[in-house]
């Protein structure tokens, strides 16, 4: 193994750790938001989605932590590897759900746009499935890795670059509602919403752009770099627009006891609602 395949299966374990530690740091900072918005609340379609894109990258990173720094010897690492990336696979299609909601959201819970979100996604899904399942072999001549050594395959780059492709759509679909049907709006909040959330959404883009050209361009000893700060970046973004749009439901209503119509659409996810201690009050007063 050469000094530069060398440097980068060590600067592959360095990321993958660093990125644990990061969402295990995150998780803790917003803990209290958790607990605020999820906590004591029934279990819904939204909740339940939020759970998984919570705390399923969580096993995911430390798995993938834990498989970079063993030394795996004779042992057979397929079944680890295989419910590894199983798992990232789930964690990453709940964040995307997530994403779903809030453009939904955003819509004005408008129907039409769900279903085409959701049809589109699963689309994605498969293709992503059929593509990690069936791997294309380019049949590129070069020198063959150890077995259990943290080392993806060109072909993988595919479904991040499809991946990458339905986040496009995702913030394209975000700032056509923008300018479609809040255009004329001055308010503060509304803007506040679609500027976090199409931020959120370009970093979410950005990361897998980055593992897309680090898997097809550098050498394969680098191609896990951004495995684990992929999964966590889809955790803690799209945990954050969540929890951003659940809290922006509050503020208006603390000043004017009623929220503008705009908000009122923003608002429905109703499977996570605000704690009734906090804010019931003011809730009732804003339906009656």
């Known amino acids: 193994m050469s000094v530069s395949d060398t440097f980068g299966l060590q600067l592959a374990k360095y990321t993958n750790v660093a990125a644990s530690a990061v969402l295990i740091y995150d998780y803790f900072v917003t803990l209290h938001s958790e607990v605020q918005w999820s906590w004591g609340r029934k279990w819904g379609i939204i909740r339940i989605t939020f ?150 959404m370009f970093c979410i883009t950005m990361i897998s752009t980055l593992n897309v050209i680090v898997i097809a361009v550098l050498p394969l000893s680098y191609s896990e770099m951004l495995n684990t700060p992929q999964i966590v970046a889809h955790s803690v973004l799209a945990s954050r627009i969540l929890f951003n749009l659940q809290a922006t439901r509050e503020k208006p209503l603390l000043h004017t006891y009623r929220s503008t119509t705009s908000m009122e659409l923003l608002s429905r996810p109703h499977e996570f609602q605000a704690r009734p201690g906090d804010s019931v009050t003011i809730i009732q007063s804003d339906e009656a």
């Open 51 to 200: 759970t998984i894109s919570r705390y399923v990258p969580l096993a995911g990173a430390l798995m993938t932590s834990y498989s970079a720094v063993k030394t795996w010897g004779t042992q057979n690492c397929a079944p680890f590897n295989d419910a590894v990336n199983g798992i990232h696979f789930l964690g990453i299609i709940a964040s995307e759900g997530l994403l779903i909601s809030r453009v939904y959201a955003f819509s004005g819970n408008k129907r039409a746009y769900l279903i085409i979100l959701l049809s589109f996604g699963l689309v994605i899904l498969v293709a992503c499935v059929i593509l990690s399942a069936a791997p294309i072999n380019f049949n590129i001549p070069g020198p063959v890795a150890p077995p259990c050594v943290l080392e993806g395959a060109r072909s993988s780059a595919f479904p991040y670059g499809i991946l990458m492709f339905f986040e496009i759509v995702l913030m394209s679909t975000t700032a056509f509602l923008r300018y479609r049907h809040y255009q004329g709006s001055h308010n503060a909040l509304i803007k506040s919403i679609y500027r976090d959330g199409l931020l959120y």
